[in-house]
C-alpha cells in the first residue's frame, strides 16, 4: 500500500498513529483458553471478523511476531517461528488453523487489523497446550487384615510430576468425593468387597487409568504378581536340578 508516494504515505500514517492508538479497540477475548492435547490441530474462530479490511498482523505475544498480511496480497509475509508452516488464516471466514500444537504453543495470541478507516481492531486469542497424561500404574502401600476387616492404602502413579486429577472408583461405582485424591485409604468388610479398583487420571485433554484386581477383600490378583510366581518356579526347578545333577 506503501508502495507509490512512500513519503506522502509515511507523513499520514504519522498523523493517523495517534488516531490508531486511541481508536483500537479490543474485539474478542475470552477467558476461558482453547485447550488442546500436543500434536492435533486446532482451529480457533474469530468472532465478528470484518469482511473489509487493509492488512492484519498475528502476534505470538506483545513482541514477537508471527505472519503480516496486507490485503492486496494474496499470501501472508511470515516471520522466522517455528509458526512458519503450521499457521494457516482464513481471511474469508476469520479462522485460524495451527498445525501440530506443541506445548510452548500455549499462549495468548494477538490478532491486530488495520480497518478500511484505518482504525484498528485487535482480537486476543487464549490457547493451552497440554500433554496428553501418562498411564498411572496402582501401587499396594499397605494391605493388612484385621479383625476380619481388610485395611488398604493404594497410591496412584503417573511418572512425570503432571498436574492431573485423580478419580478412584471400584465395581459398585466411583468411590465419594472426600476420598479422592493420588491415595485411596480404605477398609473393607468382606461382604463388600470389590472386584477391582480403578484409578484415573485426567487433564483437561485426556485421560489413562489403570486397574487392580481382588479375589477376595484383601487378595490383589495381580499380572505381574502371577509372572514373579512363573518366574520363582523357573528359579526353583532350575535349583532342583542343578542340585540333583551334582
Ligand atoms: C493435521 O493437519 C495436517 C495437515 O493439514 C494433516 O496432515 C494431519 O493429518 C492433521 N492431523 C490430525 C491429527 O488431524
Ligand atoms: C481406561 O483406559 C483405556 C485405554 O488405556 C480405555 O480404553 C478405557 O476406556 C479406560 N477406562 C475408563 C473407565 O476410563
Ligand atoms: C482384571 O480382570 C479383568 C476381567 O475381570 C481382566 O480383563 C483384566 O485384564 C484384569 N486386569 C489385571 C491387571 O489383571
Known amino acids: 500500500m506503501c508502495s507509490k508516494g512512500l513519503k506522502l504515505c509515511l507523513a499520514l500514517e504519522l498523523l493517523l498513529l495517534p488516531l490508531c492508538f486511541l481508536e483500537t479497540n479490543i474485539q474478542g477475548y475470552s477467558e476461558h483458553p482453547e485447550s488442546a492435547v500436543s500434536g492435533s490441530n486446532v482451529t480457533l474462530p474469530i468472532p465478528d471478523w470484518p469482511h473489509n479490511h487493509q492488512s492484519l498482523t498475528l502476534f ?4 514477537k511476531k508471527i505472519l503480516e498480511w496486507e490485503f492486496d496480497k494474496p499470501n501472508p509475509h ?3 517461528t517455528t509458526f ?9 471466514n476469520g479462522t485460524l488453523y495451527i498445525c501440530k500444537v506443541q506445548k510452548n504453543d500455549t499462549s495468548t495470541y494477538i490478532l491486530k487489523v488495520v480497518m478500511e478507516n484505518w482504525t484498528e481492531k485487535e482480537w486476543k486469542i487464549p490457547l493451552e497446550v497440554f500433554d496428553p497424561v501418562p498411564k498411572p500404574v496402582i501401587k499396594i502401600e499397605k494391605i493388612q487384615e484385621v ?3 481388610c485395611f488398604l492404602i493404594l497410591s496412584c502413579v ?3 510430576n503432571i498436574s492431573v486429577q485423580y478419580f478412584w472408583f ?3 461405582g466411583p468411590f465419594p468425593k472426600e476420598l479422592q485424591s493420588d491415595v485411596l485409604n480404605i477398609s473393607i468388610k468382606p461382604q463388600d468387597y470389590s472386584k477391582f479398583y480403578t484409578c484415573q487420571v485426567s487433564n483437561s485433554v485426556s485421560s489413562n487409568n489403570d486397574t487392580i484386581n481382588f479375589t477376595s477383600a484383601c487378595t490383589p490378583a495381580r499380572s505381574s504378581g502371577v509372572a514373579w510366581i512363573s518366574a520363582w518356579l523357573v528359579v ?3 535349583t532342583v536340578l542343578g542340585l540333583l545333577l551334582t
Do not use: A, G
Open 158 to 160: 503417573i511418572p512425570d
Open 236 to 238: 526353583m526347578i532350575c
Open 78 to 80: 511470515f516471520f522466522k
Open 60 to 63: 505470538y505475544n506483545s513482541n
Open 170 to 172: 471400584r465395581d459398585s
Open 84 to 92: 512458519k508452516d503450521r499457521v494457516t488464516l482464513d481471511r474469508e
Open 147 to 149: 479383625n476380619n476387616s
